[in-house]
């Protein structure tokens, strides 16, 4: 779900790069940051272990344009590929606008890759969200090794719906921006959809709200109005408490995507 600030004219649009470890998510986040002109990206933040394996998280917002009058950001992200590291990912993919799946493309590692989509699926589940309804790239990832799974063995079990997909050596950029070209390209109509419903969502309640002004309201119905919203809030607190380690992400991740949409840069 991209982070719209109405009152700063930013959108913050976030793509997640999905894999099993080591197939090449990081990779393709350091070489578009280290090969893309300073004024079109941000910061890479990083977490990570002591051998450089991706602990949480990667992030790269890239400034991409307007739409409909808002200033783009994407926010590029990783999850963990190791399997202990499982609610992390489920956290991350927490309103996602777009998935990159990064396969491993050899041989000994293809089970690792249709374990790992499995695992996007069900995470995606857990959101509520149909992997066959959002928009999906896949990216075969180390196509200048030898020992390769067969891009047709790729689409038959990955990819049988027939979604777009790049043959890519992202540790040299081959494919690398291709891959996020396409991903873009799928994701951005959506949140353009989203924009138009939520502004006439706004004016519905602005036009109720002029209404409920011009008509005269009894004491029992606010009353029971401030029940009703004191009822709905509690839960919410008490679920963020029981999960905190995984908030915790979670939160990072929305201050982060409110702090790109909130400058006026």
Known sequence: MAFVNYATGNLAIKIVYYGAGLSGKTTNLRYMYTNMD????????????????????D?????????????IHLQLLTVPGQVF???????????????VFVADSQIPLLDANLESFDGLRRNLLEHSVDINFIPLVFQYNKRDLDNLIPVETFNNLLNPSGHPYIESC????????ETLKEITKLAIPLVKEKI?????????KERLKKRKEEKKETPEKKDEIKFVA??????????????KSQNDIEEELENLAKDFTGSKK
Not at 43 to 54: H, M, V, W
Not at 59 to 71: D, Q, R, S
Not at 232 to 243: D, I
């Open 230 to 243: 004191k009822k709905k809030g509690v839960p919410l607190r008490v679920t963020k408490v029981k999960f």
């Open 38 to 57: 300073v004024d079109f990206r941000g910061e890479l933040i990083c977490l990570e272990t002591d051998t450089e394996r991706t602990l949480f998280f």
């Open 170 to 177: 992202a540790i040299k950029g081959m494919g690398v921006f």
């Open 196 to 204: 138009k419903e939520d502004e006439r969502k706004i004016v519905g």
């Open 85 to 99: 590291y499982a609610a992390s990912r489920k956290s991350v993919l927490k309103g996602v606008d777009g998935i």
């Open 59 to 71: 992030l790269l917002p890239i400034k991409a344009g307007v739409i409909n009058g808002f200033k």
